[in-house]
């Protein structure tokens, strides 16, 4: 199976911070990623597919970049209601995995 | 409104059985590819298994922690998709969530899980 590695596992940021979340696979994947935000007793939301594609509806402050082993999500300006735990999932091939999780927390 | 919910959660005792159900609506529910996944407490997503559509067969894939104990059925009349679960153990403890599969048609590309039901939560516990 693919194993997915987020860093950090969780960090504190402020309203209007510009935030970065790194997700790396251990082979490559070409840019078969996806991101999800999960607040929590909820369920994940989707946010980013083929690694830089932003799903409908999603704010065009996130964004992703990546492909091969090493991927990237950013929030140009955090908002309140992004602090989360976010995820990256790779589903380039079966077994689908996901990263372990990177918390954002309030400074 | 597209909708996806399960239920079917419960406490069982270990070693014991259990069926969830995910009921879809909004949606063409035979088009899709659908997913069974699930989170421990506090812990991280766990993909479980893909029933493909039925262009593709109702094609199944399972995780290696669930497969020979689970098994993943639909009934595209009803809507429905199954998580059926069998033998189970105290870590098989979550919540269980079922997620649509984002599909581009064509030769078919599944991509991540664009809709998710708000989970039903199993206990297994003596």
């Known amino acids: 199976a693919i194993r997915m590695t987020q860093s950090p596992s969780s960090f504190s940021a402020s309203t209007g911070d510009r935030v970065t979340i790194t997700c790396r696979a251990s082979q490559d994947i070409r840019n078969s990623l996806a991101w999800y935000q999960q607040k929590p007793g909820k369920a994940p939301e989707f946010l980013i597919f083929?690694?830089?594609t932003l799903q409908s509806g999603v704010p065009s402050r996130f964004s992703g970049s990546g492909s091969g082993t090493d991927f990237t999500l950013t929030i140009s300006s955090l908002q309140s209601e992004d602090f989360a735990t976010y995820y990256c999932?790779?589903?380039?091939?079966?077994?689908?995995?996901f990263g372990q999780g990177t918390k954002v927390e309030i400074k | 409104e597209v909708q996806v919910v399960e239920s079917g959660g419960g406490l069982v005792q270990p070693g014991g059985s259990l069926r969830l159900s995910c009921v879809v609506s909004?949606?063409?529910?035979?088009?899709?590819?659908m997913d069974w996944l699930r989170q421990a407490p506090g812990e991280g997503l766990e993909w479980l298994g893909r029933s493909r559509n039925k262009a593709n067969s109702y094609t199944t894939e399972y995780a290696a922690s669930v497969k020979g104990r689970f098994t993943i059925s639909r009934d595209d009349s009803k809507n429905s998709l199954y998580l059926q679960m069998n033998s189970l153990k105290a870590e098989d403890t979550a919540v269980y969530f079922c997620?649509?599969?984002?599909?581009?048609?064509?030769?078919?590309?599944?991509?991540?899980?664009?809709?998710w039901g708000q989970g039903t939560t199993v206990t297994v516990s003596s």
């Open positions: 909004g949606f063409t529910f035979s088009d899709h590819y």
């Open positions: 083929a690694a830089s």
């Open positions: 999932q790779q589903y380039y091939s079966y077994p689908v995995t």
């Open positions: 997620a649509r599969v984002q599909l581009k048609l064509g030769p078919p590309v599944a991509y991540g899980m664009d809709v």
